[in-house]
């Protein structure tokens, strides 16, 4: 089997609010992000823009973002954190997540 490394993706991301939704661009797998907030990663995205480890597509309001995702950025994957799932697929995210349907179905579209 050939192993490849991922590297210089482009990822559409609602929210940029944990460390951990920075760790890919540290890691150099993906290389450029649309999203619409930002919150207490608005530092650590500075100085990763400035390092030249991010580039910033485009930053959207939600409505906006969610409309790129069926035109322009529509995702070939999409990676759904859920908090239970049965044996159909099904996925139970959680009481608050308003933008994984429309993830999911544009991934899908």
């Known amino acids: 089997m050939i ?4 590297n210089n993706l482009h990822l559409i991301q609602p929210v940029l609010v944990l460390s951990e ?3 890919v661009f540290e890691r150099g797998i993906a290389l450029r992000v649309d999203f619409s ?11 990763l823009v400035s390092a030249g ?17 069926f035109v322009d ?4 994957v ?3 954190v859920a908090e239970a799932a049965d044996r159909h697929g099904n996925l139970y995210a959680s009481p608050n997540t308003e933008d994984t349907p429309a993830i999911v179905e544009a991934t899908a579209f």
């Open 78 to 80: 999409a990676l759904i």
């Open 3 to 6: 192993l490849q490394r991922i």
């Open 37 to 47: 907030f930002s919150g207490q990663q608005a530092a650590c995205l500075t100085k």
């Open 21 to 23: 939704h920075l760790d």
């Open 73 to 76: 950025l529509t995702p070939r």
């Open 53 to 69: 480890k991010i580039n910033i597509g485009a930053i959207h309001n939600y409505l906006e973002l969610f409309t790129h995702y």
